[in-house]
């Protein structure tokens, strides 16, 4: 019979997800769309910029902002719009409805909940307890897990993976100094060599459907070997088809959570980290399979495999309260059950036998019966057992022989 957390030992999380930040990914997402309508469409702009107010295009004259607005309204109905008074540009701002922002938020919980699911199947727990509790919150209990510093590790991690193309006009010097071109980015290589990638990603972690761990043949070095499905396998092999011969790089993007004491305060800082770990040149348009190198060890290319197949998190999430049951602990509760069942089932035996008599012996029997009949099912089923699980076996025993002696 498997057996809960309060029984076995383990963790137990109260994880909170960011929702804040699942709308501001969101809005990072429409951002990029405007972006590549205006430039489908050519509708030239004077800047589009997402701001904590909303996502501001410029324009230089009142027509190119109507079409623009037109265009965009019909591509993105959950956007609302806001024009401004004309002053040296043409400005609007949009906005998620609220109905979209709440929408997005739950999406968010959702999609995070099947996360967390899929990398606790990954670290081959059994029987784990994985439950939206209110708005906002997870809760986690992993029965059997002692390292609490891999689960947390594994759980909270929300690594994902950015293909994007090296700027090959961009000056590194000028970049440094705070000009940087309008479609490109500053990110550093793991040993902190400074490199411009262009805004536009080619390609995220979303589309990933396996990942395994590997060791490159060539060189040696770890490797992450990567499957997409067919529709990130098609714009891969339609966008690589354009870049060969064109560096492109792999970008690390991973969000830790530490906490920090402000003022005499606990604080809990959320930093993003984004680092290129791998430069490699296309030499030939790809397609479902490919690999990425430049980890650092064998054990970060297996993480990083182990939470690109379990999918990235859709919003950063932080634990704000753990507990930990230690197998002793189990042990007492498992015993101290036995105890409190055998105690229960001999006190009913020997009333039933002196107060009914033989008709008591005929409702011990018909008891025992069922003792045996609930342990065997919860057995097939592979039903959990919990401490309120043996009260209720207990409590059973006593509603049981009273059914039968009534009868």
Do not use: C
């Not at 899929?118 to 727990?125: I, P, T």
């Not at 060969?244 to 993007?253: N, T, Y």
Request: charged letters at 25%.
């Amino acid at each position: 019979m498997y057996l809960g957390l309060d029984l076995r030992g383990g963790v137990h999380f109260l994880m909170e997800v960011d929702m804040e930040a699942a709308v501001t990914q969101a809005e990072e997402r429409y951002l990029g769309d405007i972006r590549s309508l205006l430039r489908a469409e050519r509708i030239r702009h004077r800047g589009a910029t997402r701001t904590q107010d909303g996502i501001l295009l410029r324009f230089k004259d009142e027509a190119l902002r109507s079409r623009a607005i037109t265009e965009i309204r019909s591509q993105n109905p959950d956007l609302e719009v806001e024009e401004e008074e004309p002053t040296d540009t043409w400005n609007v701002w949009f906005r998620m409805t609220e109905q979209a922002a709440t929408e997005t938020k739950r999406f968010a919980l959702q999609q995070n909940i099947t996360t967390l699911r899929n990398r606790v199947n990954e670290l081959g727990v059994a029987e784990p307890v994985i439950q939206q509790q209110g708005e906002n919150r997870i809760v986690v209990q992993l029965p059997g897990v002692q390292d609490t510093a891999r689960a947390k590790e594994i759980l909270g991690a929300t690594a994902t993976l950015e293909f994007r193309m090296l700027h090959n006009t961009a000056n590194v010097e000028d970049a440094m100094a705070g000009r940087i071109p309008v479609d490109g980015k500053l990110y550093r290589e793991r040993n902190g060599r400074p490199v411009v990638l262009r805004k536009n990603v080619m390609l995220t972690g979303d589309s990933i459907t396996n990942a395994a761990s590997g060791i490159e043949q060539q060189t040696g070095s770890p490797a992450v070997f990567i499957n997409l499905d067919g529709q990130g396998a098609r714009i891969f092999s339609e966008r690589t088809r354009d870049e060969i011969g064109r560096p492109m790089a792999v970008v690390f993007i991973e969000h830790k959570t530490e906490t920090v004491i402000r003022n005499g305060e606990s604080i809990r800082d959320t930093e993003i980290i984004e680092e290129v770990i791998s430069i490699a040149t296309i030499r030939d348009q790809l397609g479902a399979r490919f690999q990425i190198t430049g980890l650092d060890s064998t054990e970060e290319a297996r993480d990083l495999a182990l939470l690109l197949r379990a999918g990235a998190l859709a919003a950063p999430i932080q634990i704000v309260e753990e507990r930990t049951v230690g197998p002793s602990l189990g042990q007492e509760n498992i015993d101290q059950g036995k105890l409190s069942v055998t105690v229960a089932f001999v006190l009913v035996l020997v009333f039933m036998a002196v107060w009914y008599r033989v008709f008591g012996l005929v409702a011990n029997l018909a008891l025992a019966f069922n003792l045996v009949l609930i342990i065997a099912v919860l057995s097939m089923l592979q039903a959990t057992l919990t401490l309120p699980g043996i009260a209720g076996i207990v409590l059973t025993v006593g509603m049981a022989v009273d059914a039968n002696a009534v009868s």
